[in-house]
């Protein structure tokens, strides 16, 4: 079946522009989770979402933000982006269980 | 925080078994230890996971103390392919958090 699916795989904003990144669990999934990853600090969690609603947070600002629809399908949502904003965001679907969680390949955003 | 302490970086040679420790004193007894892997500029890929008793799947071992406060995975048979960066996580798979990693280099 297929994978998790996040799209679009590289973007370049400016600075103070939003931007909107989607995710699509694999099918049957429920849980999505959301990443990010940057070379000075690592991947870490942004938000988790279960049945459309926000389970866990994690310590980013207001401007990240998400929501999922009814089909699992996330998206979550920077504004106002900043060059440190640059990075490496990372959707992941959790299996029915809870135990194991499955990674996109990710979206490249560049802020300039 | 990370609640997990691994070595930053090791080597292996391609063939031999490769053994990955990781130190997770503050666990609870209800989390689970989880290993993922991520090649460069691709998304973590799971490995295992395991709550007390060790685990075997077909990519690799998990051994847990009987304290759990630490593990070992081993790569039974380690390929160019396995050179990655593997994480040890000791918390919920909804929640993961990630630390440094140990950057494994497999060498022909």
């Known amino acids: 079946k297929a994978g998790v699916t996040q799209t679009p795989r590289y973007l370049i904003k400016t600075r103070g522009q939003q931007v909107t990144l989607s995710c699509s669990p694999i099918?049957?999934?429920?849980?999505v989770s959301w990443y990010q990853q940057t070379p000075g600090q690592g991947l870490q969690f942004l938000f988790e979402y279960f049945s459309e609603t926000q389970r866990n947070k994690g310590n980013f600002p207001g401007r990240f933000s998400g929501r999922q629809f009814s089909n699992s399908r996330s998206e979550m949502n920077v504004s106002t982006l900043e060059l440190g904003d640059s990075a490496l965001y990372l959707c992941?679907?959790?299996?029915?269980?809870?135990?194991?969680?499955?990674f996109g390949q990710g979206t490249r955003l560049t802020v300039v | 925080d990370a609640k997990t302490t691994q070595p930053p970086s090791m080597d292996c040679a391609e063939g031999r078994a490769a053994n990955l420790p990781c130190n997770h004193s503050t666990i609870s007894g209800n989390e689970y230890v989880y290993w993922y892997r991520q090649i460069h500029s691709q998304g973590p890929q799971y490995i295992i996971h395991g709550l007390k008793n060790n685990e075997t799947n077909e990519m690799a071992s998990l051994i847990i103390t009987e304290d759990r406060k630490s593990s070992t995975l081993i790569l039974p048979h380690a390929t160019l392919r396995d050179t990655a960066v593997y994480y040890c996580?000791?918390?919920?798979?909804?929640?993961?958090?990630f630390g440094q990693g140990t950057r494994l280099t497999i060498n022909p």
């Open positions: 996580i000791s918390q919920g798979a909804q929640k993961l958090v």
């Open positions: 992941a679907s959790l299996n029915l269980g809870g135990t194991e969680a499955f």
């Open positions: 099918s049957g999934h429920r849980s």
